[in-house]
Structures are given as C-alpha cells and as structure tokens.
C-alpha cells in the first residue's frame, strides 16, 4: 500500500505542465480497436489507467509500444477475445470495449467495470442503447455478453446525459447499417476528442459537442491518429492549490475554453488567475469569498472538481454550499476534511461548509479519486504533516503527482507502507 506524505504550508512557484487527459485517452485507447490498421494517439499520460489498457489490448492480440507519451496501436492481427473480470474490474472505462468490440467482432465479452466508488454506476443507458443498435446482452455473474448478427442505425434517447454512454454509443455505432442519432447526448470535450480520433480512421460523425450526436455507418475504418487534449481536471485541481499557495504559479498546456465554469468559479471566490494562451498564472488569494457550488453535466461545473474545491471553500470566509448532483455518494473525504479542522455539515448531497478553519495534518484515507485530490490540496494548506493512504486511487488521474509538486516547491512524497504479517 501506499501513501503520500505531505508537509503543508509550501509556497508553490514555477510551473505546471499539464498531461493529456484521464477521461479521454481511457476512451481513446479501446476505440481505438475499431480500426483495422495503427493508430498513433499523442500526448498519453503515464497513469496506471493506461497500462492496464495496453494489458487489454495486448489480451486482443494487439501489439502496443508506449513511449515519449506516444501509444502506438497495431491492429493487424487482433483478434476478439473475452475481457476477464481481474483486469476489467480495475477501471470503469473497461467498458468502452464493449461498444468497440460489438462493432468490430459482433460480439463482446467482458466483466461488470470497476471505478471509483462513488455511487451505483449503472450501465444501463449503455446496454439500453446497444440493443436499440440491434444487440442482445446476457449477463451471468457480471460477465456481459453482447452480441448481433449485425448493428442497424436507430434513434437513442438518453435518460441522463451520460459521458460513459454517449461515447459507447458512438463506438458501437459507427460501423452499424445506416444512421443512427443520439439526443441528449453528453456534451464533454473528451467525447468530442474521441469522435475526432474515430473520423481519422473514416468515421462520419458530426454534432459531438452537442446533445445531438449522428453517426453515419461505414463499413471499415482505418489508421487513425490523435492527440489526447489537456486533462481540464488536473488543471482545475492545479487552480485550487494555486488559490492557496501559489506564488506566480504557471498551470502550462491548458484548454482554457474546457474550464470556463471553473475559472468563472474561481474568480467569484476572488482568486487571482491571469490567463495568457494555453497558460494560467495563479496567485493566493488571502481574503476568498464563500460561494455556492452545484456540480451539473458539461459545460457546468465538473463532479470531479466537486471534491477538490470543497477542500478550498473551508478557506473561504463565510458561509458556502457545495452540492453535488451527479454521484450519490461523492462526499466521503468530508469527515477526513473535519478531521482535520474543517466545519462542515453534510445533508444527503450538500456540503455546508463554514470558514475560514485551520487545517491540521493527520492520517487520512483516499477514498476515491477525487476524495484522494481533496485530501491532497488539505494536506498542502494544513499545519504540520499528512499522511495520506489508498493513494492508488489518486495515482490513477494525477500523472507524477509528487515531481510536478515538488518542483514548484511542494513538500510532497510516496512511501510503501509494509504491513507486517503480525499485524493481520
Ligand atoms: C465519466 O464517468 C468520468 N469517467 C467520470 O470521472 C466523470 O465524473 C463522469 O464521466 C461525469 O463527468 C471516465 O470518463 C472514465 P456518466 P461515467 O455516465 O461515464 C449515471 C473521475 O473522477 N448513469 O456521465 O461513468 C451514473 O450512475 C471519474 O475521473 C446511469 O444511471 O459518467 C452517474 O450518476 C469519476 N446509467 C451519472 O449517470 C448509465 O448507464 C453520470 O455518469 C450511465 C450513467
């Protein structure tokens, strides 16, 4: 097991590069199956999401080399295969293969996806949508079966607007007979990266972005090419520290445009930001306001900044709300902030949080990802040193968490925790 260890109160000054993004290269490396030829995806950060990608890949008989952030994806050889629960279980974006395999082979088999546990995560909207395309799913011991003789177009009304279900969708769509129409379609910038990977390889999709989405059916798809865009997630999370430690801090390889409502957020708290291109500078900010923050589909505020900006609205001064809309459950770091010092009251899904609190260092839990991100900026603000555990999950979005931070100044570092046999 591992842990972060973190001494607080480190001014941060330097710079930041931001990696290519989590949500979108863990869709573009199994949509990437679909073409018949290689693929070259850019700008691949090294988080341990990917590597147990590569693993599926290379399950498919795929050979991939991964090097100077460049995937290189050769499918000449590949071949359908079933995708076994050990690896599918690790992360949820397992189960873009099944909308890749489907189109591919006609046929996919893989084992219920893992991910953060931060509510039920259903995949019905996915499996919803498959069989509107013609597809049957059997499921036996979370192992999903789907298959077709073959994918016909149809119109897909989404319930929710799903960011997992609307990139599936496109997936097992685009080699389906005919055209098919997604509505209500998610609306985030990964999807749209993914769609422009998929048109390379001769896809013919247009309206991503919207919440209507129309794929025209091919019948092959070739080499495709891509560069993975900046992770807007890591970004904001870069914000958040520098809003509170930052001196001259430079968040460098951002989209600005993919984090509007986090700048416009940020700026009502009274945080300094100065944007120039595809760089932030960020100052802290001494006197923050209190805010409300209510986290809603794209373009809104994203759910996965929800938790790290909490951590930052304990320092604001006065009274501010935080209200998360799109998980049941992504308030577990709430006793780990009161733990440490925070004032928070938590009523089903909205956070009261009542500042300005002094922060102590303590051993804490990361209990998902972004749980993990909001315990991280506490123990870079907090008194004296934080411990903390289950720090895999932070590690499976932050690509080199503790050499980004420590070369801007922060005192940051991974220990392995041996457990000791007695111990048990
Ligand atoms: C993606 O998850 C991201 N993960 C999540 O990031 C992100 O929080 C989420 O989109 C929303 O932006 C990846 O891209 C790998 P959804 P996804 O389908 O696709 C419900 C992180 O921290 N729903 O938009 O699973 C679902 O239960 C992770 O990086 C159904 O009910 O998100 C949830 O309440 C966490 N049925 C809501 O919709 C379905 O079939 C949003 O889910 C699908 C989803």
């Given at each position: 097991m591992k842990k972060l260890i973190i001494e607080g109160k480190h001014e941060l000054s330097g710079r930041i590069k931001i990696g290519g993004a989590k949500n979108s290269v863990v869709a573009l490396i199994p949509a990437?199956?679909?073409?018949?030829g290689i693929c070259t995806i850019y700008?691949?950060?090294?988080?341990?999401d990917v590597h147990r990608l590569i693993e599926m890949l290379e399950l498919l008989n795929v050979k991939v080399t991964f090097k100077d952030e460049t995937l290189i994806i050769d499918n000449t050889n590949a071949k359908n295969n079933e995708i076994p629960s050990n690896l599918a279980?690790?992360?949820?974006?397992?189960?873009?293969f099944m909308g890749s395999l489907l189109a591919k082979y006609n046929h996919a088999e893989i084992s219920y996806p893992g991910g953060c546990s931060i509510g039920a995560r259903p995949i019905d909207l996915h499996i919803g949508g498959f069989e509107k395309l013609g597809a049957k799913t059997s499921i036996k011991d979370n192992n999903y079966t789907i298959k077709t003789n073959n994918l016909k177009g149809a119109d897909i009304f989404l319930d929710f607007a799903s960011v997992g279900a609307t990139i599936n969708l496109i997936l097992a769509a685009t080699k389906a007979k005919g055209t098919t129409r997604i509505y209500n379609a998610a609306k985030e910038p990964e999807i749209v990266n993914v769609a422009s990977f998929l048109t390379t390889m001769g896809a013919k999709i247009y309206?991503?972005?919207?919440s209507e989405i129309t794929i025209e059916g091919v019948e092959k798809l070739g080499d495709g090419i891509v560069e993975v865009i900046p992770d807007r997630i890591e970004a904001g999370t870069y914000l958040i520290i520098g809003s509170l430690l930052g001196k001259d801090l430079v968040i460098e390889g951002i989209i600005k445009e993919h984090l509007g409502s986090v700048i416009t957020k940020l700026n009502e708290i009274g945080c300094k930001l100065k944007i120039n291109g595809s760089t932030i500078t960020v100052n802290k900010c001494d006197n923050l306001k209190p805010v409300k923050v209510k986290t809603l589909v794209?373009?809104?505020?994203p759910t996965d900044l929800g938790q790290p900006i909490s951590t930052l609205l304990t320092q604001c001064e006065g009274v501010s709300l935080f209200e998360e809309t799109i998980y049941e459950n992504r308030m577990r770091h709430i006793p780990h902030l009161n733990a440490m010092g925070a004032n928070i009251k938590l009523d089903d899904k909205t956070a009261t949080i009542k500042g300005k609190t002094n922060l102590t260092g303590k051993k804490v839990e990361a209990t998902d990802l972004r749980a993990g991100a909001a315990m991280l900026v506490a123990g870079m603000i907090a008194e004296g040193t934080t411990v903390i555990s289950n720090i895999e999950h932070i590690l499976r979005g932050y690509e080199n968490i503790v050499d980004k931070l420590s070369k801007v100044g922060g005192k940051v570092k991974i220990v392995e925790e041996i457990i000791s046999i007695a111990n048990k």
């Open positions: 990437a199956v679909l073409s018949d700008n691949v950060p090294d988080i341990s279980e690790k992360l949820r974006a397992s189960y873009y309206g991503v972005g919207t794209y373009p809104g505020f």
